[in-house]
Structures are given as structure tokens and as C-alpha cells.
């Protein structure tokens, strides 16, 4: 059983372009949750999502990100018209749900380095 | 707010040496916590998960207890090694499936 995917491990953008960032769950985890840590600080959660649904977005900045978990395929978290401050390391979790779940423990992807130059 | 605080910081301590790490957090309000381990520029490793309902998990070297009352986790590693050495994190979950609010970290050090 494969464990959190996430690609690309490391991506560099210019100031302006597009990021997105790709978090595939382990199997059988309906749950997904982003989390940043900027650097030299602690990680922060952004948003937590289900398949077709957001159900936390708390902790997502209010402009240029979004974050989806289709039907079919991975999650993805968009950062549109990057600026430095977007610099960081994205990480990814995933958690089982099922009938009878009650740990709901997080598994962690190995994290997205995004460089904004 | 849920906040997290881990102390100490930073620690170094020879090799076979049983440490300590501290995590307190301020709503006791939590479903469950869970440790971490992270290696320089790399993903989170869990190490154990405590339920609201439980006092303490243990995974081989390790020992986590939980006092919800007071807000305070302890994660005790015993017999260290230099293999050790890595940022542990401490992070309390608010609910079902919930998010996680993670602590600052302790950098550990284990020297020979």
C-alpha cells in the first residue's frame, strides 16, 4: 500500500505564473487535508477536503489559492499569480473514513518545495 | 483558538540517554494527538497517536501520555541514538477528522 503521493517535490515559479500541486491519497482515504510551513515557522493547516467537497477552508489565504479533490484523480492545490511570500513547503495528508474509523490518524506526503524567484 | 507550544526548542544529549519532550496545548476540548517526527527537508513520519479517551501509546523506544485535563502531552524516547536526531512535533486534532494544529517542534540532537 502506497503511502501520500505528492508531485512535483520540489517546483520553481516566477513571480506571477501559476503552481499547482498534486497530493494523491493512500487507498482507501476519502480524507485530505493541506497544510504549509513556511519557512522557519510551525505547520499551518489550509483546507480539508473530501471527494467533490470542501469541508474546511479556514486556513486558506482568501485570494489566488484553491484547492479541489475531484471524483476521479488527485487533489490539487492552485496558487495563481505567485508572489515570494508563497515560497514554502505544501504538505498533504490523508485520513480513512470509513464505518467504523475512530483514529482518524494523518498520514503525510513527502511535501512540495515550491521556490517563487 | 487551539494553541500548541513544545518545549523545549532545542535539546542535545548523548547517545543512551532518556529524554523528554514537552507539548501543552490551551483547549483541552481535543479528540486526539499525535507525534511526528521530521528529517531535515523531508515529510512527517507519524510516530504515535493518543485518543482523547486513553492515558498513553507506546512504540518500541517510545512512550506518549496524554493528560487532557491539564493540556499536556509528553513524548518520552528512551535509550537514544544519533538515529534519532530530527524535529519532533507535537499536533492536537479539535474532532472528528478534523484538522490539526501542530506545535513549533523540539530539534533534537543525539551526539555520540
Known amino acids: 500500500n502506497a503511502g501520500v503521493m505528492q508531485n512535483p517535490r520540489h517546483l520553481v515559479r516566477r513571480r506571477g505564473q501559476e503552481a499547482r500541486l498534486r497530493c494523491s491519497p493512500m487507498?482507501?482515504?476519502?480524507?485530505v487535508y493541506w497544510y504549509r510551513q513556511l519557512p522557519e515557522e510551525g505547520l499551518k493547516f489550509m483546507v480539508y477536503l473530501q471527494k467533490e467537497n470542501i469541508i474546511d477552508e479556514s486556513g486558506m489565504p482568501k485570494e489566488r489559492f484553491s484547492a479541489e479533490f475531484p471524483k476521479e484523480g488527485p487533489s490539487i492545490l492552485r496558487i495563481q499569480q505567485v508572489v515570494r511570500g508563497d515560497s514554502a513547503a505544501y504538505f498533504c495528508a490523508s485520513s480513512p473514513m470509513w464505518p467504523g474509523a475512530t483514529s482518524y490518524e494523518q498520514y503525510f506526503g513527502p511535501g512540495t518545495r515550491l521556490t517563487v524567484t | 483558538k487551539q494553541e500548541v507550544t513544545q518545549i523545549p526548542a532545542a535539546l542535545s544529549v548523548p547517545e543512551g540517554e532518556n529524554l523528554v519532550l514537552n507539548c501543552s496545548f490551551t483547549d483541552s476540548a481535543i479528540y486526539n494527538l499525535q507525534w511526528f517526527r521530521q528529517d531535515p527537508g523531508k515529510g512527517l513520519t507519524s510516530l504515535l497517536l493518543?485518543?482523547?479517551?486513553?492515558r498513553e501509546q507506546t512504540s518500541g523506544r517510545l512512550n506518549a501520555s496524554l493528560d487532557k485535563s491539564s493540556g499536556r502531552s509528553t513524548l518520552y524516547i528512551a535509550a537514544s541514538q544519533p538515529g534519532d536526531s530530527a524535529t519532533y512535533l507535537c499536533a492536537v486534532g479539535g474532532g472528528t477528522a478534523s484538522k490539526l494544529t501542530f506545535g513549533t517542534g523540539t530539534r533534537l540532537q543525539v551526539t555520540l
Open positions: 487507498k482507501g482515504h476519502s480524507h
Open positions: 493518543i485518543q482523547s479517551s486513553q
